[in-house]
């Protein structure tokens, strides 16, 4: 059984269709995130929502420029977002926490020393570190490609035992993930590029990354040791698995 793991929960997974944050999935995620921490795994979220939770919020006045537009909404949303977290954490008396990265402080050594040791307290408080890229500060050069890659890089920097990845999709298939005829790839070997002529251009809707993104990243972490769990964050209790040591999407090792 897995003893830590970094999960990462895209926009998708959090937001409805029209993009209105889906707090009955967010709260179905954290019953099953509460479920892991009451079985003994030590765990860091890594949540996006913070812009689909302020594009709710705030109509941006016209005219606004789209960076400015996203520093916005992120600042709004990041704050209704983790409220929403503290209220549902707090039904199963867990105290959440946030931490807000960008590139930059993996490249700086005390800022990713800093921040190793905020998680180990955290962790070591039973509190469930909540990451999100700082997406206020972090435009351009000190933007990560998309919340898979900071995932990846936090999974790394605290050696844990795996990285699973929610989003939309149940993971790779041989195929469009709607064709009938497509069928899930239960596991992928690091580096087995034959896989990557199954991935689809196609993005779903309101997140930054994608399936070649995902893969991408899964490889790296994979190569440094920790299998990725690639899983559809709307599987009722698709979590509950991993207790038994068990997933029903795409494992990358
Ligand atoms: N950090 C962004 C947010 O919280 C999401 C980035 C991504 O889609 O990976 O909304």
């Known amino acids: ?10 926009t998708n997974v959090l937001t409805r269709p029209d993009g209105r ?8 995620l954290v019953d099953q995130i509460a479920a892991l ?9 890594v949540s996006s929502g913070a812009v689909g939770a302020g594009r709710e919020l705030l109509q941006v ?11 916005v909404q992120s600042a709004i949303g990041q704050v209704r977002l983790m409220e929403i977290y503290r ?3 707090d039904n199963h008396s867990l105290l959440c926490a946030q931490v807000l990265a960008t590139k930059g402080d993996f490249r700086d050594d005390l800022h990713a020393d800093n921040m190793l040791n905020c998680f180990r307290a955290l962790l070591l408080d039973k509190v469930v570190p909540v990451v999100n890229e700082n997406d206020v500060v972090a ?20 050696k844990v035992d795996a990285l699973v990845i929610l989003s939309s999709v149940d993971g790779l298939f041989d195929g ?3 064709g009938k005829a497509s069928q899930l790839i239960e596991h992928v070997t690091a580096g087995d590029e034959s896989v990557l002529s199954f991935v689809q251009e196609k993005k779903t809707s309101f997140g930054r990354g994608g399936m070649a ?24 209790d698709i979590l509950a698995e991993l207790i038994d040591g068990r997933w029903p999407g795409t494992t990358v090792s």
């Open 1 to 10: 059984m897995y003893k830590s793991l970094v999960i990462k929960v895209g």
């Open 139 to 158: 435009v351009t050069e000190l933007m990560f490609t998309d919340n898979d890659e900071l995932a990846g890089l936090v999974a790394r920097m605290l």
């Open 61 to 71: 006045r016209e005219g606004t420029e789209e960076v400015a537009r996203r520093q």
């Open 21 to 28: 944050l889906d707090i009955t999935n967010i709260s179905h």
């Open 176 to 178: 469009p993930p709607e």
């Open 213 to 236: 993104t995902k893969l991408s990243i899964a490889t790296q972490t994979a190569t440094a040791g920790i299998p990725v769990l690639l899983g559809n964050g709307r599987t009722r």
């Open 37 to 45: 921490k009451a079985a003994g795994i030590n765990l860091v979220l």
């Open 87 to 89: 209220q549902l954490f």
